[in-house]
């Protein structure tokens, strides 16, 4: 897990998720196939959150990109498509999203039919115009965006909460101390 997913996890743990970070989704070759990926090993979802609560599974792809012009947004889809294929391609988000969910309840991680949402986290968005057309195809699509707004709210709110010996709570800490008091 990088550094940036192990940030995402610790924020959503805060919110009452269990994470598998890297999960691999057991594609069965006929599922392989449905999908045109006859060879594929099995699929890897950066993070994948649980809360027994609301028996709600989320689908969690993190792209930091903050050195680079950052996720891009063109002729209605996440540029390039081929790096974000669960966003770009219904037919291997149903197949992997559908098996994700038999997977856990198979090993008793969710109760039965649980809620699967797809979500990208997103460090650097290339423009507002992109992040406007993004949030809106994203929740057309019934799927979550959290851009870098997301990652502030959270990380200041972690920074107001007793000490946790955790790097994202730390660093939190250290760079909004301070800030907001007269």
């Known amino acids: 897990m990088d550094a940036f997913e192990s940030l995402v996890a610790t924020l959503l743990r805060r919110e009452g998720y269990w994470i598998w970070p890297s ?13 045109g990926r006859h060879s594929s090993p099995r699929w890897e979802i950066d993070l994948v959150a649980y809360k027994g ?8 792809e993190c792209k930091s990109f903050l050195n680079s012009p950052g996720v891009g947004f063109r002729d209605g889809c996440l540029d390039p498509p081929a790096r974000y294929k669960l966003f770009s391609d219904a037919k291997l988000r149903e197949v992997v999203l559908r098996r994700l969910a038999k997977q856990l309840r198979e ?13 990208l986290v997103a460090g650097h968005i290339h423009s507002s115009a992109d992040r406007q057309a993004m949030a809106s195809h994203f929740t057309r699509n019934g799927w979550r965006l ?5 990652l502030r709210e959270r990380l200041v709110t972690a920074s107001k909460a007793g000490y ?11 760079l909004l101390k301070g800030i907001g008091k007269a």
Do not use: M, Q, Y
């Not at 609560?53 to 969690?60: F, G, H, Q, R, Y």
């Not at 955790?166 to 660093?171: F, I, L, Q, Y």
């Open 23 to 35: 999960f691999k989704v057991e594609l069965t070759k006929e599922e392989k196939r449905a999908i």
């Open 53 to 60: 609560s609301t028996n709600e599974v989320l689908a969690v």
């Open 107 to 119: 090993v008793g991680a969710c109760a039965p039919k649980p809620k699967i949402e797809l979500w």
């Open 146 to 150: 959290c851009d870098d707004s997301w």
């Open 164 to 174: 946790e010996n955790d790097v994202a709570h730390v660093v939190a800490k250290l």
